[in-house]
Protein backbone atom coordinates (compact mmCIF):
# COMPACT_ATOMS: atom_id res chain seq x y z
CA UNK A 1 0.00 0.00 0.00
CA UNK A 2 2.44 2.32 0.91
CA UNK A 3 4.48 2.07 -2.45
CA UNK A 4 1.73 2.21 -4.52
CA UNK A 5 0.04 5.44 -2.36
CA UNK A 6 1.28 7.47 -5.27
CA UNK A 7 0.30 5.99 -7.93
CA UNK A 8 -3.53 5.74 -6.62
CA UNK A 9 -2.87 9.60 -5.88
CA UNK A 10 -2.31 10.03 -9.35
CA UNK A 11 -4.95 7.72 -10.80
CA UNK A 12 -7.55 9.14 -8.35
CA UNK A 13 -6.68 12.38 -9.86
CA UNK A 14 -6.90 11.04 -13.04
CA UNK A 15 -9.91 9.50 -12.45
CA UNK A 16 -11.67 13.09 -11.18
CA UNK A 17 -10.79 14.96 -13.75
CA UNK A 18 -11.88 12.11 -16.28
CA UNK A 19 -15.47 12.38 -14.45
CA UNK A 20 -15.58 15.99 -14.87
CA UNK A 21 -14.24 15.95 -18.41
CA UNK A 22 -17.47 13.48 -19.20
CA UNK A 23 -20.13 15.72 -17.72
CA UNK A 24 -18.40 18.39 -18.86
CA UNK A 25 -18.65 17.08 -23.00
CA UNK A 26 -21.64 15.30 -21.09
CA UNK A 27 -23.44 18.94 -20.61
CA UNK A 28 -22.23 20.94 -23.26
CA UNK A 29 -23.00 18.14 -26.06
CA UNK A 30 -26.50 18.44 -24.89
CA UNK A 31 -26.49 22.25 -25.14
CA UNK A 32 -24.41 22.06 -28.28
CA UNK A 33 -26.97 22.90 -30.81
CA UNK A 34 -27.96 25.93 -29.24
CA UNK A 35 -27.56 28.64 -31.96
CA UNK A 36 -27.24 30.89 -29.34
CA UNK A 37 -24.69 30.00 -27.21
CA UNK A 38 -22.91 32.53 -25.49
CA UNK A 39 -26.61 33.18 -24.61
CA UNK A 40 -27.15 36.97 -25.02
CA UNK A 41 -27.63 37.32 -28.78
CA UNK A 42 -31.51 37.41 -28.47
CA UNK A 43 -31.67 41.29 -29.10
CA UNK A 44 -29.95 41.23 -32.06
CA UNK A 45 -31.40 37.93 -33.66
CA UNK A 46 -35.22 39.03 -32.91
CA UNK A 47 -34.85 42.74 -34.02
CA UNK A 48 -37.23 43.27 -36.75
CA UNK A 49 -35.68 43.46 -40.25
CA UNK A 50 -37.88 46.69 -40.64
CA UNK A 51 -36.09 48.65 -37.92
CA UNK A 52 -32.19 49.15 -37.58
CA UNK A 53 -30.52 47.08 -35.37
CA UNK A 54 -28.91 49.81 -33.69
CA UNK A 55 -28.89 51.00 -30.22
CA UNK A 56 -31.92 52.42 -28.72
CA UNK A 57 -29.81 55.52 -26.59
CA UNK A 58 -29.98 54.68 -23.10
CA UNK A 59 -32.52 57.75 -21.43
CA UNK A 60 -30.24 57.34 -18.81
CA UNK A 61 -26.89 58.01 -20.19
CA UNK A 62 -25.32 62.12 -20.26
CA UNK A 63 -25.62 63.44 -23.58
CA UNK A 64 -22.63 64.31 -25.61
CA UNK A 65 -23.36 67.82 -25.06
CA UNK A 66 -22.74 67.90 -20.94
CA UNK A 67 -19.83 65.64 -20.56
CA UNK A 68 -18.65 65.17 -17.06
CA UNK A 69 -17.32 68.80 -15.70
CA UNK A 70 -13.99 66.61 -14.39
CA UNK A 71 -11.42 65.38 -16.18
CA UNK A 72 -12.43 63.78 -19.64
CA UNK A 73 -11.73 60.41 -19.94
CA UNK A 74 -10.25 59.23 -23.16
CA UNK A 75 -9.59 55.18 -23.30
CA UNK A 76 -10.39 51.97 -24.76
CA UNK A 77 -10.31 48.69 -23.03
CA UNK A 78 -10.61 45.39 -24.45
CA UNK A 79 -10.60 41.56 -23.51
CA UNK A 80 -12.19 38.54 -22.83
CA UNK A 81 -14.76 38.06 -20.61
CA UNK A 82 -14.35 35.75 -17.73
CA UNK A 83 -14.77 32.27 -18.93
CA UNK A 84 -13.94 33.36 -22.23
CA UNK A 85 -17.39 33.31 -23.82
CA UNK A 86 -17.64 36.58 -25.50
CA UNK A 87 -15.42 39.79 -26.02
CA UNK A 88 -15.91 42.98 -25.12
CA UNK A 89 -14.72 46.71 -26.00
CA UNK A 90 -15.32 49.66 -24.13
CA UNK A 91 -14.22 53.03 -26.18
CA UNK A 92 -14.23 56.20 -24.01
CA UNK A 93 -14.24 59.70 -25.79
CA UNK A 94 -14.32 62.80 -23.50
CA UNK A 95 -15.65 60.70 -20.91
CA UNK A 96 -18.55 59.35 -23.54
CA UNK A 97 -18.55 55.81 -23.14
CA UNK A 98 -19.51 52.91 -25.59
CA UNK A 99 -18.92 49.27 -25.56
CA UNK A 100 -19.49 46.24 -27.52
CA UNK A 101 -20.51 43.43 -26.30
CA UNK A 102 -19.75 40.02 -28.93
CA UNK A 103 -19.00 36.51 -29.37
CA UNK A 104 -18.23 36.33 -32.84
CA UNK A 105 -20.83 34.32 -34.31
CA UNK A 106 -24.55 36.30 -33.94
CA UNK A 107 -24.32 37.37 -30.14
CA UNK A 108 -23.65 41.24 -29.94
CA UNK A 109 -24.85 44.05 -27.91
CA UNK A 110 -23.68 48.04 -27.56
CA UNK A 111 -24.09 50.07 -24.85
CA UNK A 112 -23.87 53.74 -24.28
CA UNK A 113 -22.94 55.45 -21.37
CA UNK A 114 -20.66 57.19 -19.34
CA UNK A 115 -16.99 56.86 -17.84
CA UNK A 116 -16.60 58.99 -15.11
CA UNK A 117 -14.24 59.28 -11.86
CA UNK A 118 -13.25 55.50 -12.31
CA UNK A 119 -16.65 53.81 -12.54
CA UNK A 120 -18.54 52.92 -15.75
CA UNK A 121 -22.42 53.24 -16.30
CA UNK A 122 -23.47 51.98 -19.73
CA UNK A 123 -26.82 50.71 -20.91
CA UNK A 124 -27.96 49.11 -24.43
CA UNK A 125 -30.84 47.53 -26.25
CA UNK A 126 -33.51 45.33 -24.16
CA UNK A 127 -32.18 46.23 -21.03
CA UNK A 128 -28.46 45.26 -21.48
CA UNK A 129 -26.55 47.04 -18.73
CA UNK A 130 -22.93 47.24 -17.76
CA UNK A 131 -21.64 48.51 -14.47
CA UNK A 132 -17.73 48.87 -13.45
CA UNK A 133 -14.99 50.13 -12.55
CA UNK A 134 -11.72 51.53 -14.20
CA UNK A 135 -7.90 52.84 -13.37
CA UNK A 136 -4.43 51.58 -13.36
CA UNK A 137 -4.47 50.57 -17.18
CA UNK A 138 -7.69 48.12 -16.76
CA UNK A 139 -11.54 48.41 -16.98
CA UNK A 140 -13.67 45.69 -14.91
CA UNK A 141 -16.93 45.15 -14.22
CA UNK A 142 -20.48 43.16 -14.79
CA UNK A 143 -22.52 43.19 -18.32
CA UNK A 144 -25.98 42.02 -18.54
CA UNK A 145 -27.71 41.24 -21.38
CA UNK A 146 -30.43 38.90 -22.51
CA UNK A 147 -31.05 38.35 -18.86
CA UNK A 148 -27.00 36.86 -18.16
CA UNK A 149 -24.07 38.36 -16.86
CA UNK A 150 -20.63 38.12 -17.37
CA UNK A 151 -17.82 39.33 -15.46
CA UNK A 152 -14.75 40.81 -17.22
CA UNK A 153 -11.56 42.52 -16.42
CA UNK A 154 -9.90 44.44 -19.75
CA UNK A 155 -6.69 45.74 -20.54
CA UNK A 156 -6.34 49.49 -22.27
CA UNK A 157 -5.28 48.83 -25.62
CA UNK A 158 -3.87 51.37 -28.29
CA UNK A 159 -4.53 51.16 -32.03
CA UNK A 160 -4.68 49.15 -33.73
CA UNK A 161 -6.40 47.47 -31.23
CA UNK A 162 -9.43 49.18 -30.14
CA UNK A 163 -13.40 48.95 -31.09
CA UNK A 164 -14.91 49.87 -34.71
CA UNK A 165 -17.92 50.03 -36.17
CA UNK A 166 -19.24 50.42 -39.78
CA UNK A 167 -22.68 51.33 -40.92
CA UNK A 168 -23.91 51.58 -44.28
CA UNK A 169 -26.83 50.96 -46.86
CA UNK A 170 -25.91 48.18 -49.06
CA UNK A 171 -28.06 47.38 -51.94
CA UNK A 172 -30.88 48.73 -49.76
CA UNK A 173 -30.21 46.85 -46.80
CA UNK A 174 -28.92 47.94 -43.74
CA UNK A 175 -25.78 47.03 -42.35
CA UNK A 176 -23.97 47.20 -39.45
CA UNK A 177 -20.90 45.94 -38.26
CA UNK A 178 -18.98 45.98 -34.80
CA UNK A 179 -15.50 44.72 -34.53
CA UNK A 180 -13.00 44.53 -31.68
CA UNK A 181 -9.56 44.15 -32.42
CA UNK A 182 -7.49 42.63 -29.63
CA UNK A 183 -3.35 43.45 -28.91
CA UNK A 184 -2.74 40.13 -30.04
CA UNK A 185 -4.01 40.76 -33.39
CA UNK A 186 -7.22 38.86 -33.62
CA UNK A 187 -10.52 40.25 -34.23
CA UNK A 188 -13.87 39.36 -33.04
CA UNK A 189 -17.05 40.69 -34.83
CA UNK A 190 -20.54 40.47 -36.25
CA UNK A 191 -22.06 42.16 -39.19
CA UNK A 192 -25.75 42.57 -39.16
CA UNK A 193 -27.54 43.21 -42.32
CA UNK A 194 -31.38 43.82 -42.77
CA UNK A 195 -31.45 42.00 -38.75
CA UNK A 196 -30.15 39.22 -39.55
CA UNK A 197 -25.91 38.90 -37.34
CA UNK A 198 -23.57 36.89 -38.62
CA UNK A 199 -19.79 36.62 -38.27
CA UNK A 200 -18.19 39.44 -39.64
CA UNK A 201 -15.49 39.46 -42.15
CA UNK A 202 -12.06 40.40 -41.15
CA UNK A 203 -11.53 44.36 -41.27
CA UNK A 204 -8.13 45.95 -41.79
CA UNK A 205 -7.20 48.08 -38.51
CA UNK A 206 -4.59 49.96 -40.52
CA UNK A 207 -6.92 51.42 -42.94
CA UNK A 208 -10.93 49.95 -41.45
CA UNK A 209 -11.21 48.53 -44.78
CA UNK A 210 -14.13 45.82 -44.99
CA UNK A 211 -15.68 44.02 -47.77
CA UNK A 212 -19.70 43.41 -46.91
CA UNK A 213 -21.75 41.25 -49.69
CA UNK A 214 -19.36 42.66 -52.00
CA UNK A 215 -19.57 46.08 -50.99
CA UNK A 216 -16.44 47.79 -49.69
CA UNK A 217 -16.96 49.56 -46.30
CA UNK A 218 -15.27 51.75 -43.79
CA UNK A 219 -15.34 50.85 -40.08
CA UNK A 220 -13.86 53.41 -38.19
CA UNK A 221 -12.97 53.54 -34.54
CA UNK A 222 -15.89 54.23 -32.44
CA UNK A 223 -15.36 57.78 -30.58
CA UNK A 224 -17.85 59.42 -28.64
CA UNK A 225 -21.39 58.42 -28.73
CA UNK A 226 -23.29 56.09 -31.10
CA UNK A 227 -25.32 57.51 -34.21
CA UNK A 228 -28.38 55.09 -35.56
CA UNK A 229 -26.55 54.68 -38.71
CA UNK B 1 16.64 7.42 0.55
CA UNK B 2 17.79 6.80 4.62
CA UNK B 3 19.67 3.86 3.59
CA UNK B 4 21.25 5.45 0.36
CA UNK B 5 22.81 7.96 2.47
CA UNK B 6 23.81 5.74 4.50
CA UNK B 7 26.05 3.88 2.58
CA UNK B 8 27.40 6.96 1.20
CA UNK B 9 26.76 5.44 -2.45
CA UNK B 10 26.74 7.68 -5.35
CA UNK B 11 22.88 6.68 -6.47
CA UNK B 12 22.60 7.15 -10.04
CA UNK B 13 19.54 9.13 -11.62
CA UNK B 14 18.43 6.94 -14.08
CA UNK B 15 15.68 5.84 -12.11
CA UNK B 16 14.49 8.93 -12.90
CA UNK B 17 14.33 8.93 -16.67
CA UNK B 18 11.03 6.93 -16.94
CA UNK B 19 9.06 9.25 -14.66
CA UNK B 20 11.03 12.48 -16.11
CA UNK B 21 9.42 11.49 -19.54
CA UNK B 22 6.20 10.50 -18.38
CA UNK B 23 6.16 14.04 -16.72
CA UNK B 24 6.53 15.56 -19.79
CA UNK B 25 4.11 13.74 -21.29
CA UNK B 26 1.67 14.95 -19.26
CA UNK B 27 2.58 18.80 -19.01
CA UNK B 28 3.42 18.51 -23.50
CA UNK B 29 -0.49 16.48 -23.02
CA UNK B 30 -1.66 19.29 -21.04
CA UNK B 31 -0.42 22.41 -23.01
CA UNK B 32 -1.19 20.54 -25.69
CA UNK B 33 -4.92 20.31 -25.24
CA UNK B 34 -5.26 23.68 -23.71
CA UNK B 35 -4.13 25.19 -27.00
CA UNK B 36 -6.58 22.97 -29.35
CA UNK B 37 -9.47 22.72 -27.46
CA UNK B 38 -11.63 25.28 -28.57
CA UNK B 39 -12.85 26.68 -24.89
CA UNK B 40 -16.01 26.40 -24.35
CA UNK B 41 -16.60 29.42 -21.79
CA UNK B 42 -18.29 26.97 -19.31
CA UNK B 43 -17.71 23.88 -17.27
CA UNK B 44 -19.16 21.74 -14.39
CA UNK B 45 -18.87 23.47 -11.14
CA UNK B 46 -19.48 23.54 -7.53
CA UNK B 47 -22.73 24.99 -6.18
CA UNK B 48 -22.84 27.40 -3.92
CA UNK B 49 -20.29 29.49 -4.87
CA UNK B 50 -21.49 32.53 -7.01
CA UNK B 51 -19.38 31.87 -10.01
CA UNK B 52 -16.83 29.49 -11.61
CA UNK B 53 -14.19 31.89 -11.06
CA UNK B 54 -15.31 31.99 -6.71
CA UNK B 55 -15.05 28.45 -6.84
CA UNK B 56 -11.71 28.22 -8.45
CA UNK B 57 -9.69 30.40 -6.44
CA UNK B 58 -11.15 28.83 -3.07
CA UNK B 59 -10.01 25.56 -4.79
CA UNK B 60 -6.85 26.81 -5.06
CA UNK B 61 -6.56 28.69 -2.30
CA UNK B 62 -7.52 25.58 -0.16
CA UNK B 63 -4.29 23.78 -2.21
CA UNK B 64 -1.95 26.30 -1.52
CA UNK B 65 -2.66 26.25 2.37
CA UNK B 66 -2.22 22.51 2.09
CA UNK B 67 1.08 23.18 0.12
CA UNK B 68 2.00 25.40 2.88
CA UNK B 69 1.42 22.03 5.15
CA UNK B 70 3.48 19.95 2.50
CA UNK B 71 6.46 22.28 2.85
CA UNK B 72 6.56 22.46 6.63
CA UNK B 73 5.89 18.56 7.03
CA UNK B 74 8.36 18.15 4.87
CA UNK B 75 10.91 20.60 6.23
CA UNK B 76 10.17 18.27 9.54
CA UNK B 77 10.58 15.17 8.01
CA UNK B 78 13.83 15.98 7.06
CA UNK B 79 15.39 17.09 10.10
CA UNK B 80 15.11 20.57 9.75
CA UNK B 81 13.08 21.54 12.72
CA UNK B 82 15.52 19.34 14.82
CA UNK B 83 16.29 15.38 14.73
CA UNK B 84 13.49 12.63 16.14
CA UNK B 85 10.71 14.26 13.86
CA UNK B 86 7.25 12.77 15.16
CA UNK B 87 5.59 9.68 13.16
CA UNK B 88 2.35 11.16 12.03
CA UNK B 89 4.82 13.49 10.32
CA UNK B 90 4.41 11.02 7.05
CA UNK B 91 0.71 10.62 7.41
CA UNK B 92 0.18 13.88 7.47
CA UNK B 93 2.53 15.35 4.65
CA UNK B 94 1.36 12.54 2.00
CA UNK B 95 -2.55 13.35 2.78
CA UNK B 96 -2.35 16.78 2.70
CA UNK B 97 -0.29 16.17 -0.43
CA UNK B 98 -3.55 14.50 -1.87
CA UNK B 99 -5.46 16.86 -0.66
CA UNK B 100 -3.67 19.32 -2.48
CA UNK B 101 -3.80 17.85 -5.45
CA UNK B 102 -7.14 16.46 -5.73
CA UNK B 103 -8.54 20.12 -5.07
CA UNK B 104 -5.90 21.03 -7.85
CA UNK B 105 -7.90 18.79 -10.37
CA UNK B 106 -11.05 20.28 -10.73
CA UNK B 107 -9.41 23.89 -10.88
CA UNK B 108 -7.21 22.57 -13.87
CA UNK B 109 -9.93 21.00 -15.61
CA UNK B 110 -12.01 24.14 -15.67
CA UNK B 111 -9.12 26.12 -16.96
CA UNK B 112 -8.31 23.72 -19.60
CA UNK B 113 -11.96 22.70 -20.59
CA UNK B 114 -13.33 26.41 -20.16
CA UNK B 115 -10.67 28.87 -21.10
CA UNK B 116 -7.40 26.41 -22.64
CA UNK B 117 -3.77 27.66 -22.62
CA UNK B 118 -3.55 31.08 -22.90
CA UNK B 119 -1.00 33.43 -23.68
CA UNK B 120 -3.08 37.04 -23.21
CA UNK B 121 -0.55 39.06 -20.78
CA UNK B 122 2.18 37.57 -18.64
CA UNK B 123 -0.32 36.36 -15.68
CA UNK B 124 -2.06 34.59 -18.11
CA UNK B 125 0.92 32.42 -19.74
CA UNK B 126 2.73 32.39 -16.75
CA UNK B 127 0.13 31.21 -14.97
CA UNK B 128 -0.78 28.34 -18.09
CA UNK B 129 2.65 27.39 -18.23
CA UNK B 130 2.80 26.83 -14.15
CA UNK B 131 -0.60 24.68 -14.29
CA UNK B 132 1.18 22.59 -17.04
CA UNK B 133 4.65 22.15 -15.60
CA UNK B 134 2.99 21.66 -12.16
CA UNK B 135 0.82 18.29 -13.24
CA UNK B 136 4.15 16.66 -14.69
CA UNK B 137 6.02 17.70 -12.10
CA UNK B 138 3.29 16.05 -9.64
CA UNK B 139 3.82 13.19 -11.81
CA UNK B 140 7.87 12.93 -11.83
CA UNK B 141 7.40 13.13 -7.95
CA UNK B 142 4.56 10.67 -7.28
CA UNK B 143 6.33 8.05 -9.92
CA UNK B 144 9.85 8.34 -8.19
CA UNK B 145 8.85 8.35 -4.54
CA UNK B 146 8.13 4.60 -4.37
CA UNK B 147 11.64 3.87 -6.35
CA UNK B 148 14.45 2.83 -4.11
CA UNK B 149 18.18 3.74 -4.68
CA UNK B 150 17.61 7.75 -6.47
CA UNK B 151 20.00 10.50 -5.53
CA UNK B 152 19.17 11.99 -2.15
CA UNK B 153 18.80 15.24 -3.93
CA UNK B 154 15.14 13.74 -5.69
CA UNK B 155 12.53 14.48 -3.24
CA UNK B 156 13.53 18.01 -2.29
CA UNK B 157 14.41 19.02 -5.74
CA UNK B 158 10.91 17.52 -6.97
CA UNK B 159 9.35 18.70 -3.99
CA UNK B 160 10.13 22.34 -4.63
CA UNK B 161 9.33 22.33 -7.82
CA UNK B 162 5.85 21.26 -7.15
CA UNK B 163 5.31 23.46 -4.49
CA UNK B 164 6.72 26.50 -6.06
CA UNK B 165 4.70 25.81 -9.11
CA UNK B 166 1.72 25.41 -6.96
CA UNK B 167 2.34 28.76 -4.92
CA UNK B 168 2.62 30.37 -8.55
CA UNK B 169 -0.26 29.60 -9.94
CA UNK B 170 -1.98 30.50 -6.72
CA UNK B 171 -0.87 34.26 -6.64
CA UNK B 172 -1.51 34.18 -10.55
CA UNK B 173 -4.70 33.54 -10.10
CA UNK B 174 -6.53 33.78 -6.47
CA UNK B 175 -4.09 36.39 -5.72
CA UNK B 176 -4.93 38.31 -8.82
CA UNK B 177 -8.80 37.81 -7.99
CA UNK B 178 -8.50 38.46 -4.69
CA UNK B 179 -6.40 41.38 -5.57
CA UNK B 180 -8.60 42.76 -8.62
CA UNK B 181 -12.18 41.63 -7.60
CA UNK B 182 -12.06 41.60 -3.59
CA UNK B 183 -12.58 38.39 -1.53
CA UNK B 184 -15.82 37.44 -2.10
CA UNK B 185 -17.55 33.90 -2.42
Redesign the interface.
Known amino acids: MKRNGPLITLLAGLALAAVLITVNLTVTARGGDDPDPAGFGAAAATSAPATAPAVDPPPSSAPPAGPPPAAKVNAVWAGKVDGGGATIAIAVTDGVAVAYLCDGKKAEVWLQGTAAAGKLELAGAKGATLAGTFGGGKAAGTVTAGGRSWKFTAPAVKKPSGLYRATATVRNAKVVGGWIVLPDGSQVGIVTVDGQPRPAPAVDPATGAVTVDGAALTATPVTGALTAN | MAADEGTRRIAPATGLYVPLLLGAVVTVSLGVYGSVHT??????NIAGFS???EVKVWLASGAALLALVQLTTALAMWGKFGPHPPGWLGPLH?WS??GA??LA??V??HCL????FA???MRTLAHSLLGCFFFGA??V???S??KRGLPGWTLPLLGGAVFTALIGLWLTSSLWFFT??GVRF
Open positions: PTGVSVGPMRGRFLVPAVYALGTYDFTKMLLPTF
